[in-house]
């Protein structure tokens, strides 16, 4: 992709993660670009005082003389003013990810997919990348704490590491050498039928990546499998494939330790020929709650050896990790209770998220507002999330955020009020249970309630962040 041959970029979602992501990647490039969205926002505003122009409002009129190509956010379809300005004009038209996709054809690219928790290993993978030298690019779905344009690095190697979205099979468009798959659960229910089809397209991605394949150790019967010419299929977080086997397996939970606020875990070593002779590493300790992130944590490890880092690095790379924004990031505190920002939204994440703020808090009151996001995921999800708030001691359920252009008539019958009352038949229910209409009384209701040393999770996809960011102002 000849970036030096466009004169000028506009971009069509300039307040979306991923299209401020690409316009911040063109600027530090030296490409002119400009932007446009349909309302203000902290991301639009950030992108301003870089010095790019935002205009707020689609208009035919956004598009520079001299533009010469566009990239939009999916949800930007053909009858946008402004799409349809640039068809008249003949100006040529990328989605985000078609961008990205032609984008990684030029480099030695690390796709980083899953159903949970590629944005948090994409962050860590491009910590450790960047702290050892090897100054790659790096798109991720979140704002990392110390990056210059928070949610892309900027590096001058041949190296891109990616997140790679599983929504409308987005990551299918990327060109990787190596991907890694955290998890694959059913997720999306408006776009994947069922779980195998979900399966079916992590499976094509596998096949179109052109070296190494990383696979969740614990997901090994999902049969994820590499394409021709791939070197190998490897997993990570136990020994099968690997060359070095981090053991956190059938003995996890008591391998794990917690203090402070930190979990640690013992990294060991098995030969491939003595499988009874094992060999401690050394200690590897992260400041973020949950399993699950532990094993993200060493699926960035892997990755990093397989590109030749050393441990040494890896591991201070990961203990220096500080997390990212909405992924049970402490925003602050309200009246002696700490207040987290958690962008969870899939049964597992709350589950996982709440297992994980149990083993770090075990002695406080925990407090979840959960703002379900989109009623079909609700709805064929339903006895999952019924089942996801037992390690709450009080939960707060939110009126479901509906997502525009996600929302049909037929999905409209699920509401949080019937949710909240499977939740308190559920076999492990939180204590209490409340139902609120929408985020403003939600954010009452916490104002309410709260009490010193609680644990307060704002959870959700959609606009209930406002929540917690209210709460410390």
């Given at each position: 992709?000849q970036?030096d041959?466009?004169?000028?970029v506009?971009c069509i979602?300039?307040?979306?993660?991923?299209?401020?992501?690409?316009?911040k990647?063109l600027?530090a490039?030296?490409?002119?670009?400009?932007?446009?969205?349909?309302k203000?926002?902290m991301?639009t505003?950030g992108?301003?005082?870089?010095?790019?122009?935002?205009?707020?409002?689609?208009?035919?009129?956004?598009?520079?003389?001299?533009?010469?190509l566009i990239?939009?956010?999916?949800?930007?379809?053909?009858?946008?003013v402004?799409?349809?300005?640039?068809?008249a004009?003949?100006?040529?038209q990328?989605?985000?990810?078609?961008?990205?996709?032609?984008?990684s054809?030029d480099?030695?690219?690390?796709?980083?997919?899953?159903?949970?928790?590629?944005?948090?290993?994409?962050a860590?993978?491009?910590?450790?990348?960047?702290d050892?030298?090897?100054?790659?690019?790096?798109?991720?779905?979140s704002i990392?704490?110390g990056?210059k344009?928070g949610?892309v690095?900027?590096?001058?190697s041949?190296i891109?590491?990616?997140?790679?979205d599983?929504?409308?099979?987005?990551?299918?468009?990327l060109?990787?050498?190596?991907t890694l798959?955290?998890?694959?659960?059913l997720?999306?229910?408006?776009?994947?039928?069922?779980?195998?089809d979900?399966?079916?397209a992590?499976?094509?991605?596998?096949?179109?990546?052109?070296?190494?394949?990383f696979?969740?150790?614990?997901?090994?019967?999902?049969?994820?499998?590499?394409?021709e010419g791939?070197?190998?299929?490897?997993?990570?977080?136990?020994?099968?494939?690997?060359?070095?086997?981090f053991?956190?397996?059938p003995l996890?939970?008591?391998?794990?330790?917690f203090h402070d606020?930190?979990?640690?875990?013992?990294?060991?070593?098995?030969?491939r020929?003595i499988?009874?002779?094992?060999?401690?590493?050394?200690?590897?300790a992260?400041?973020i709650?949950?399993?699950?992130?532990?094993?993200?944590?060493?699926?960035?490890?892997?990755?990093?050896?397989?590109?030749?880092i050393?441990?040494?690095?890896?591991?201070?790379?990961?203990?220096?990790?500080?997390g990212i924004w909405?992924?049970?990031?402490?925003?602050?505190?309200?009246?002696?209770?700490?207040?987290?920002?958690?962008?969870?939204h899939?049964?597992?994440?709350?589950?996982?998220?709440l297992?994980?703020?149990?083993?770090?808090f075990?002695a406080?009151r925990?407090?979840?507002?959960?703002?379900?996001?989109?009623h079909?995921r609700?709805?064929?999800?339903?006895?999952?999330?019924?089942?996801?708030f037992?390690?709450?001691?009080v939960?707060?359920?939110?009126?479901i955020y509906?997502?525009?252009?996600?929302?049909?008539?037929?999905d409209e019958?699920?509401?949080?009020k019937?949710l909240?009352?499977?939740v308190?038949?559920?076999?492990?229910?939180?204590k209490?249970?409340?139902?609120v209409?929408?985020?403003?009384?939600?954010?009452?209701?916490?104002r309410?309630?709260?009490?010193p040393?609680?644990?307060?999770?704002?959870?959700?996809a959609?606009?209930?962040?406002?929540?917690?960011?209210?709460?410390?102002?």
């Amino acid at each position: 992709m000849q970036l030096d041959s466009y004169c000028h970029v506009h971009c069509i979602g300039a307040g979306g993660i991923g299209i401020s992501g690409v316009m911040k990647f063109l600027l530090a490039k030296g490409i002119s670009v400009s932007g446009s969205d349909a309302k203000q926002s902290m991301t639009t505003d950030g992108l301003v005082h870089l010095g790019i122009s935002v205009s707020i409002g689609h208009d035919a009129a956004n598009i520079p003389p001299n533009t010469d190509l566009i990239v939009y956010t999916e949800a930007a379809t053909e009858e946008n003013v402004e799409r349809a300005a640039a068809k008249a004009r003949n100006i040529p038209q990328m989605g985000h990810f078609d961008f990205l996709g032609e984008l990684s054809k030029d480099y030695r690219t690390i796709c980083i997919t899953g159903t949970n928790g590629k944005s948090t290993t994409t962050a860590m993978t491009g910590k450790i990348f960047i702290d050892a030298g090897l100054d790659p690019t790096v798109f991720v779905g979140s704002i990392v704490p110390g990056w210059k344009y928070g949610n892309v690095a900027v590096g001058a190697s041949d190296i891109l590491i990616i997140e790679g979205d599983e929504y409308k099979r987005k990551m299918l468009k990327l060109h990787p050498e190596t991907t890694l798959i955290t998890n694959i659960e059913l997720d999306h229910t408006d776009i994947y039928k069922d779980l195998a089809d979900v399966e079916a397209a992590f499976h094509r991605l596998g096949e179109q990546t052109s070296k190494t394949v990383f696979q969740n150790w614990f997901e090994q019967d999902r049969h994820i499998y590499c394409g021709e010419g791939t070197a190998s299929l490897r997993f990570f977080g136990m020994e099968l494939g690997t060359p070095a086997f981090f053991h956190i397996g059938p003995l996890k939970k008591r391998l794990r330790t917690f203090h402070d606020g930190t979990q640690s875990l013992t990294l060991t070593a098995r030969t491939r020929k003595i499988f009874s002779t094992e060999k401690v590493l050394g200690e590897l300790a992260i400041h973020i709650p949950g399993e699950f992130n532990m094993m993200n944590a060493l699926g960035a490890m892997e990755i990093g050896l397989h590109y030749g880092i050393a441990l040494e690095g890896i591991v201070k790379s990961l203990e220096s990790f500080s997390g990212i924004w909405r992924r049970f990031e402490r925003v602050g505190s309200f009246n002696g209770a700490q207040i987290i920002s958690d962008y969870g939204h899939h049964p597992s994440a709350i589950k996982g998220t709440l297992d994980g703020a149990r083993e770090f808090f075990p002695a406080n009151r925990i407090v979840l507002l959960f703002e379900p996001h989109q009623h079909n995921r609700t709805k064929e999800l339903f006895a999952d999330f019924a089942g996801s708030f037992g390690d709450a001691d009080v939960l707060i359920l939110s009126e479901i955020y509906g997502v525009l252009g996600r929302t049909e008539e037929r999905d409209e019958s699920v509401s949080s009020k019937t949710l909240l009352d499977a939740v308190l038949k559920s076999a492990h229910p939180p204590k209490e249970g409340f139902y609120v209409k929408d985020v403003i009384d939600a954010e009452a209701k916490l104002r309410e309630m709260i009490q010193p040393n609680d644990v307060v999770i704002v959870m959700g996809a959609g606009d209930v962040d406002t929540v917690a960011r209210n709460l410390v102002r």
